[in-house]
């Protein structure tokens, strides 16, 4: 491609909205436009990339068998009721109606559709397993879209879903797709870390979220340098603090906190530590209506912070369907006071209890009364719960759930995630097969998601992708593999050994943009290094003595080559990283 042809607008400036060096650099780089916010359109040079990771991805795909068909992304409400997820699903679903009132969605996922199509094509146990996928646009109205394409309303997201016999089947399958992932992220030079991970609105048994690491993620993992756990904040599971069983339990004793409201002013006023306290908060839990259903209590030690997808998980509803409450305002019904609620003296409400304050003694709780605390609380002789989890988040530095050594923490980009989903919507949308004794069995499923479009953000987020200059694309993914900057156009030699050069590497299967816009050089470069083309080829003065200069955008270094050794020495190095397999 002749870049005087192309379509490419750089800019200089960073634009205000965007705050990750990914996002400042696909708009920078001109790949992607803002059309209003979570809605984005993929530019010349930013589709190209696109593409190469989706052909990455139907390559892994298709390797373990798996076939790609497309579905529409309208879905009819109806498949949603079956599965029961048409309520479940929440505010982050778009929902449409026809001409007649019929009520769709805009798919943010599709297992209700798939589920439905492979129920009506498979009777027997010998069609077994099937694994079917696409690579299609996925909306959900996101609540905060932000990071560009990271968080976007409108995404590209590759699905496959797996149906099987039986659950080892199953098993089978999802191993599977975790290598095809595990294949997929290394091969587009990420960084990544498979982490166990909840199930969410997907809901099923076990799942593993693909986490591409860098500074700037949203997610949060908790890792263990001695042992094997790793898993997102939300899943890993904490250890109680030793009980204190043998402690006596003193008398309980009301005393004077005057407007002493949080954990930390409580502790100081009081010369407690803040793990000698109980923290109170409290919930309202909707309907399916959005009609408020019940008040919740939660409480954990002082210094303990909620892990609310425990709490949601405990509670076994959907994310959307609980919010912190005004205590002051349900306080009348509850006994809740701002401030000063306690475990005691609460009714109208549902406590939970994290499984460590059983077990400790002489606690310091809200005395339910303003301006008051109760000191020697006591689980047990003061107050009971509904309910005993874990509801507590497990910070870096906490001793590790599997061999108790201290945990740490790393942040990063969910880029894919895979589930066992088990028999979750093939019970009650009733996608039987007949069994060897002709016996109707419900099918074994999984699902296994990429988000595209993230990775092809997150791709840049990674350290070596990117420099003050620009991005740094990995072969496997540049939108092209070499660029030629010429620096004098209409110099006939410049003219001749350009031309050489394009054609020469186009030949040998080589994707080159060639830089003949009438610019002054130093725009060139700067271009270049900002849309960040794996290799650099100058043609220059040294052309005249059959001289180029050859520059991988990844190191610092120049060298002059030879025409011919500088066509050969490209084609060796885009073929051997082109496919991403170097990364193996
Ligand atoms: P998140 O927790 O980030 O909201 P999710 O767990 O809800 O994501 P999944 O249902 O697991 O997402 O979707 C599969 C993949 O699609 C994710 O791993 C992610 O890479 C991608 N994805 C999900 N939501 C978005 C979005 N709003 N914008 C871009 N990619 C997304
Ligand atoms: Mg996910």
Redesign the pocket.
Same mark, same amino acid.
């Given at each position: 491609m002749k870049l005087s042809k192309a379509h490419l607008k750089t800019l200089r400036e960073v634009p205000n909205e965007a705050e990750i060096p990914s996002h400042i650099l696909l708009l920078r780089a001109g790949m992607i436009r803002k059309t209003v916010a979570?809605i984005y359109t993929y530019m010349p040079m930013g589709w190209r990339t696109v593409r190469k990771i989706e052909n990455i991805v139907r390559e892994e795909m298709d390797n373990k068998g798996c076939q790609e068909i497309r579905t529409s992304v309208l879905q009819p409400s109806e498949l949603w009721q079956e599965s029961g997820r048409w309520n479940a699903y929440g505010p982050e679903m778009w929902r449409i109606k026809d001409r007649n009132g019929r009520d769709f969605c805009l798919g943010p996922?599709a297992e209700e559709i798939f589920t439905d199509i492979i129920k009506n094509d498979v009777n027997s146990y010998r069609q077994l397993p099937l694994n079917i996928y696409q690579i299609s646009n996925?909306f =959900?109205d +996101?609540a905060r879209?932000r990071f560009g @394409?990271? =968080?976007? =309303?409108d $995404?590209i @997201?590759k699905?496959a879903y797996s149906f099987d016999k039986d659950s080892e089947g199953m098993d089978v399958s999802y191993d599977e797709m975790y290598e095809a992932y595990t294949n997929v992220f290394t091969r587009c030079g990420l960084k990544f870390r498979s982490v166990e991970a909840d199930t969410?609105? %997907?809901g099923g048994s076990n799942s593993h !979220? $693909?986490t591409a690491l860098c500074e700037y993620g !949203?997610?949060e993992i908790a890792y263990c340098d001695s042992c094997d756990l790793a898993a997102t904040v939300e899943k890993a599971t904490c250890v109680d603090a030793v009980p204190e069983k043998d402690m006596e339990m003193l008398p309980l004793e009301k005393v004077s906190t005057p407007n002493m409201k949080s954990i930390e002013e409580v502790s100081k006023f009081l010369g407690i530590e803040e793990s000698k306290t109980i923290k109170a908060l409290l919930f309202v839990v909707y309907d399916e209506e959005g009609k408020e259903k019940e008040y919740v209590a939660a409480f954990l030690r002082g210094d303990r912070e909620l892990n609310m997808t425990k709490l949601i998980n405990a509670l076994d509803i959907p994310e959307h369907a609980i919010a912190f409450a005004d205590e002051e305002k349900v306080g009348q019904v509850t006994g809740a006071v701002t401030g000063f609620t306690g475990p005691m003296g609460l009714h109208d409400c549902k406590l939970i209890v994290d499984s460590e304050l059983v077990g400790l003694r002489n606690l310091c709780a809200g005395g339910g009364e303003k301006d008051y605390h109760i000191k020697n609380v006591n689980y047990g002789r003061d107050y009971e719960g509904d309910m005993i989890c874990d509801l507590k988040t497990l910070k870096a530095g906490d001793p590790c759930p599997i061999c108790g050594a201290p945990v740490k923490h790393a942040r990063g980009v +969910?880029?894919?995630?895979v589930f066992k989903l088990g028999l979750k919507y093939s019970e009650p949308m009733k996608a039987v097969y007949k069994d060897e004794n002709q016996q109707d069995k419900p099918m074994w499923m999984g699902c296994y998601? %990429?988000?595209v479009? =993230?990775?092809f953000q997150a791709i840049i987020d990674m350290a070596d992708n990117h420099d003050d200059n620009g991005i740094i694309w990995p072969m496997s993914v540049a939108p092209y593999h070499v660029i030629i900057t010429q620096v004098k156009v209409g110099d006939e030699v410049q003219d001749r050994v350009s031309k050489e050069i394009y054609e020469s590497l186009t030949k040998a299967g080589v994707e080159v943009l060639w830089d003949d816009r009438d610019e002054r050089v130093g725009v060139k470069f700067k271009d270049a290094d900002l849309i960040g083309i794996p290799l650099r080829i100058t043609v220059g003065k040294g052309a005249q003595s059959g001289l180029v200069e050859y520059k991988l955008r990844r190191d610092l270094d120049k060298v002059e080559l030879l025409v011919a050794d500088a066509i050969n020495q490209a084609i060796e190095i885009v073929n051997k990283e082109k496919d991403g397999r170097n990364f193996f």
């Open positions: 979570g996922t996925k =959900r +996101e879209p @394409m990271m =968080r976007s =309303r $995404f @997201m699905d969410g609105a %997907i !979220e $693909f !949203e997610s +969910e880029v894919g995630q998601g %990429i988000g479009s =993230r990775t």
